[in-house]
């Protein structure tokens, strides 16, 4: 079965410094990954995926992650935080059941950005 | 870009009353939509998918006869708790997909239910 574990439920970092949210998953096949973002109060919203083309995807706001076979991990980076990237983030796995592609979400991470 | 509105944002209704919840994609057809729970502070967890003029497929430990979904156009599903109880208070969100150029996931900014 097809499935994605965060590693950490908070991460904090200082304001201007590197931003690592961990996640690997578990897949009988390649599997398609994202990552999505939630802000308070706010809607979901696609940060990046990647769906088999090149293994390091750039996405939105400075993000970028790396799909690496080997270690079944697809984390989430960003060189330098702002105090607007204080958000819950979820890495999320799309997983073929039932007759439909559904997404399955990761236990989330929540960011906290220190000044 | 792809566009769902969830509404209403926020409800409050009384034990033993049935609340309506619409999520509408507004700039393209969605054959599938997705409703989804999430819990405070945790993860969203899937509750049903629908397609389009067929009935919802639950996942497992859902109670389809609690929660009711319509899946009647390519533009409007709608999630319904019935005999809400103080336990279905939670925050709801859909998300929509399409075909073609709108195949991805479109969510809703959600509703939070608040059963009193």
């Known amino acids: 079965a097809q499935s994605v574990t965060q590693l950490d439920s908070h991460v904090s970092v200082s304001e201007g410094t590197p931003v690592l949210l961990r996640c690997n998953y578990s897949s009988s096949y390649s599997p398609s990954l994202f990552w999505y973002v939630q802000h308070p109060n706010k809607g979901l919203q696609l940060l990046l995926k990647?769906?088999?083309?090149?293994?390091l995807v750039k996405g939105i706001n400075g993000f970028e992650a790396e799909f690496k076979k080997s270690e079944t991990s697809f984390h989430l980076t960003k060189p330098s935080a702002h105090m607007s990237d204080a958000a819950e983030y979820f890495c999320?796995?799309?997983?073929?059941?039932?007759?439909?592609?559904?997404?399955?979400f990761g236990a989330g991470t929540r960011l906290a950005v220190h000044p | 870009g792809a566009v769902v509105s969830q509404h209403p944002s926020r409800v409050i209704c009384k034990s033993g009353t049935s609340v309506k919840i619409e999520c509408r994609s507004l700039d393209f057809q969605a054959t599938t939509m997705f409703w989804y729970r999430q819990f405070p502070k945790k993860s969203l967890m899937l509750m049903a998918t629908?397609?389009?003029?067929?009935?919802?497929?639950?996942e497992q430990g859902v109670e389809k006869d609690k929660f009711l979904i319509n899946h009647a156009s390519l533009t409007l599903s709608t999630l319904t708790v019935t005999s809400a109880h103080p336990e279905d208070s939670s925050f709801y969100i859909c998300?929509?997909?399409?075909?073609?150029?709108?195949?991805?996931?479109?969510f809703g900014s959600g509703t939070r239910l608040t059963v009193v």
């Open positions: 998300s929509a997909s399409g075909t073609g150029v709108n195949y991805g996931y479109t």
């Open positions: 990647y769906t088999s083309a090149a293994t």
């Open positions: 999320v796995v799309r997983l073929f059941s039932g007759g439909y592609n559904k997404l399955i």
């Open positions: 629908s397609n389009e003029g067929s009935k919802a497929t639950y």
